[in-house]
Every structure is written in C-alpha cells, then in structure tokens.
Nanobody
Framework: QVQPVESGGGLVQAGDSLRLTCAASGRTFSNNAMGWFRQAPGKEREFVAVISWGGGSTNYADSVKGRFTISRDNAKNTVYLQMNSLKPEDTAVYTC?????????????????WGQGTQVTVSS
C-alpha cells in the first residue's frame, strides 16, 4: 500500500513562492506517474500538474503554466511542486496522487493512491 504524504503548505502573500513535497511510504513509486491536484473551498478538485515515472515528461494546467514546476527525485521517493508568483486564486488544499499504472504516460490515469493534502493560502 502506497501512502503519499504532502508537506510545505502555508500562508504566503501574492507573488511569493512555496515548494510542496510529496513523500510516499509503503513502497517505491519510481515506476509511476505522479500528479498534483488542488481543491478550493466550494469548488471541485482540479488537476494541477503531472510528471512521468522517469521525470522526463510533464504536463500542467493552463492556469499554472509558467509559474509552477513539478519535479521528482526517485532516489528519495519524493515529488515536488515549486510554486512561484503565487496568486490569491491559487489558494486551495493541494494533494498528490499516484497513478497506479506501471510506467504509463498518457491516456486515462488511474490515481488510486491519494495523500491527505496540504493547505496553501495566498493573501492579496
């Protein structure tokens, strides 16, 4: 069983940066794509970014392109989300998830393992 655990959230001002970390326990996820999602109050959860199992491919939501960067360190079983130029509309609970497909990229992901999330609040 894989259990992702997020950290790094907090309260920042608009224009600031934060780096979120997702560390997984239970087994390695170096053969799995990893995604970041967020959910703002009163809104549905939305996709933020995804990175392939080897780290060579990434994809981002249009709303964060150019500001957020997803990366991973498979030796540490960890995925990161570097968030720059934060805006108040980025305020949400950020959650990472494991695509349980083995070394897959593209198509319909199977996010079978989810963390509890970390709160990011951006003040104006």
């Amino acid at each position: 069983q894989v259990q992702p655990v997020e950290s790094g959230g907090g309260l920042v001002q608009a224009g600031d940066s934060l780096r979120l970390t997702c560390a997984a326990s239970g087994r390695t996820f170096s053969n799995n794509a990893m995604g970041w999602f967020r959910q703002a109050p009163g809104k549905e959860r939305e996709f933020v970014a995804v990175i392939s199992w080897g780290g060579g491919s990434t994809n981002y939501a249009d709303s964060v392109k150019g500001r957020f960067t997803i990366s991973r360190d498979n030796a540490k079983n960890t995925v990161y989300l570097q968030m720059n130029s934060l805006k108040p509309e980025d305020t949400a609970v950020y959650t990472c998830a494991v695509d349980s497909r083995y070394r897959a990229w593209g198509g319909k992901a199977r996010y079978d393992y989810w963390g509890q999330g970390t709160q990011v609040t951006v003040s104006s």
